[in-house]
């Protein structure tokens, strides 16, 4: 998130969306917090921080509002006789964990095996990004956007590995910067048959 740190005065960021009107309550609850931290909400560099913060947690929480299935709707039958792994590799995303509402930087790779159909490759981002953008836990994120696609595509087999670090664990509590937590789930062929899920890991680079 660049825009972040574009521009002290909010909702002029390139990416940004339409400003939208932050409540009172929320912004109020943001002081709280500032003042929670130790220091003083009043002082000017702060003033206009709640609103900031408020529609930042709107950006990183779209995905509440973003249905992950409705993006594997459309499929194409034609696929010329593929049946083969389709992987999506190094996909870079961002989350946060719902235990500290703390940053979580990773990369996903999602991949099927197909029966009959075949979805535009960039939807498998919009997947993860749809379950990314919420508090989240990595255990689930990799379990959501692997169900997702095994229940809206029937595919003979699913696989997604995601490689995270958290900032709960680097920047506080044990501070082990640079450590990183894998989570993987594999369902039908990949769990089943040991040759393909080797064969789907080898494409992943493990
Ligand atoms: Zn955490």
Known sequence: ???????????????????????????????TLIRWAGDDPEREGLLDTPRRVARAWKEYCAGYADDPAHHLARVFEEVGGYDEIVLLKDIPFQSHCEH???????????????RNHVVGISKLARVLHAYARRLQVQERLTAEVADCIWNALHPVGVAVVIQATHACMTARGVRTPGVGMVTSRMMGAFRDDERSRREVLALMGF
């Open 1 to 31: 998130m660049s825009s972040l740190h574009d521009s002290p005065d909010d909702g002029k960021a390139v990416d940004a969306p339409p400003a939208i009107p932050v409540p009172d309550d929320v912004t109020e609850a943001v002081r």
């Open 100 to 114: 500290h509402m703390a940053p979580i930087h990773g990369t996903a790779h999602i991949a099927y095996l197909p």
